[in-house]
């Protein structure tokens, strides 16, 4: 059995320990002491980090009653040792921990909440609630738990028999627990049977701010951060904030409402820009089709364009086609690529497919498609109109022959 020094009080630092075994294991060494300050994984919170004098200690686990640290070299089996721990990580999880203690029992003082789940990870937490909880209780949560804070109540930490533990009130009672039970309480906040390192006094625990909360199997999920991890979120939101004040010159408080206005404009704005898009294909397939002679009751269009997207490139063939009986092939010009299109109206047997494979050797390009539609890139744009003049020629040939 490993005594676990960190059991009464988390602020123990160091202790002496004796070696009992050191086993080589695939990436290191497993560590046993006959005693240890260093939390293993457990209860849901993260295990420390630390040093077996100078041997890092990179996580600990707890194995029946021994604990196994897994060390990155070997240490001399019955060698007297000094244990200590990585105190930021420590303090770090000590405060995610007991904020969820403060936080779990101030759920179920105000609402009658059930805590039914607890995950701790590197950079946050969660909490799973049984009932949900709006976004006005979720605020009152928070500010309740920070008023538990203030008011700095100090841990009590007891271990009871079988017989005391059927006796005393708990917040949450784990049925069928054995030997001697550690009893955790924060007075008048939280109690509860818990393994984890706890906070000396619920001060210490800093600050809670509660990130974010959504319904969850039928309850709720809670992500929350403690200590510097809130102070150091408060400071990214902040500075979010004033990017997005600066960027609009408006007040923090008017933010919401700046960029709320800036989306409905540029709503307004891209229902106009359709509007007008869609006039201008109209006018320029009128103006194709009205420049272009019919050859065997077909027209050939082909035409070079600048900048038009490949939505309004296709929209432009489609109206051609529906127009008037014809072939299509439409290029857009746009930086240093070209893009193309080609479309037959109902009833042109000549495949789309087979023209794009002649447009795709003319412009050392890619593409391809159905018999109906075609489409296709090349970054070949020097000499694009020469170019579209060879295949206006061919398609010319084709259906004249036709
Ligand atoms: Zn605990």
Redesign the pocket.
């Known amino acids: 059995m490993t005594e676990k020094v960190y059991y009464f009080d988390s602020h123990i630092e160091e202790c002496e320990a004796v070696v009992l075994s050191c086993e080589k294991t695939k990436n290191g060494y497993d560590v046993v002491l006959d005693r240890t300050i260093i939390f293993p994984e457990g ?1 849901g919170q993260l295990s420390d980090t630390g040093y077996i004098d100078d041997v890092r200690v990179l996580y600990a686990r707890e194995d029946g009653d021994i604990i196994v640290h897994e060390c990155e070299s070997e240490i001399e089996k019955g060698k007297k040792v000094r244990v200590r721990f990585d105190k930021g990580r420590r303090l770090d999880m000590t405060q995610q ?1 007991s904020g969820e ?1 403060i936080l779990s029992g101030t759920a179920n003082r105000l609402f009658q909440a059930t805590n039914v789940g607890f995950h701790m990870a590197e950079d946050y937490s969660t909490i799973d609630l049984d009932i949900f909880l709006d976004e006005d209780k979720i605020k009152q949560l928070e500010i309740e738990a920070n008023r538990a804070v203030y008011k700095n109540i100090p841990v009590d930490i007891r271990i009871v028999d079988e017989a005391e533990y059927e006796t005393i009130e708990l917040r949450k009672k784990t049925k069928g627990l054995k030997g001697e039970i550690r009893v ?1 309480r924060y007075e008048g906040v939280d109690s509860c049977t ?1 393994c ?1 390192t ?1 906070c000396m006094s619920t001060g210490e625990v800093g600050t809670i701010k509660i990130t974010s909360s959504i319904k969850y199997k039928g309850g709720t999920r809670i992500w929350f951060l403690c200590g510097e991890r809130a102070i150091r979120h408060y400071i990214e939101t902040q500075k979010i904030v004033d990017t997005i004040a600066r960027r609009f010159s408006v007040k923090h408080e008017d933010v919401v409402s700046a960029v709320v206005r800036q989306g409905d404009e540029l709503n307004d704005c891209k229902a106009q820009l359709k509007r007008k898009s869609t006039e201008l294909i109209n006018y320029r397939t009128a103006e194709l089709l009205s420049s272009c002679e019919a050859i065997n009751g077909k027209k050939c269009i082909v035409s070079v364009e600048k900048d038009m997207g490949m939505a309004d490139l296709k929209q432009l063939a489609e109206k051609i086609c529906s127009s008037e009986k014809s072939v299509a092939v439409i290029f857009s010009v746009s930086g240093d690529s070209v893009f193309y299109q080609l479309m037959r109206s109902e009833g042109v047997k000549l495949s789309m497919r087979e023209l794009c494979n002649v447009v795709n050797v003319t412009l050392s390009g890619k593409g391809g498609g159905r018999d109906e539609y075609a489409q296709g890139s090349s970054k070949n744009i020097a000499g694009i109109e020469d170019s579209a003049l060879q295949i206006l020629n061919y398609l010319r040939n084709v259906i004249k022959n036709a």
């Open positions: 209860g921990h203690h955790v818990c984890g706890h």
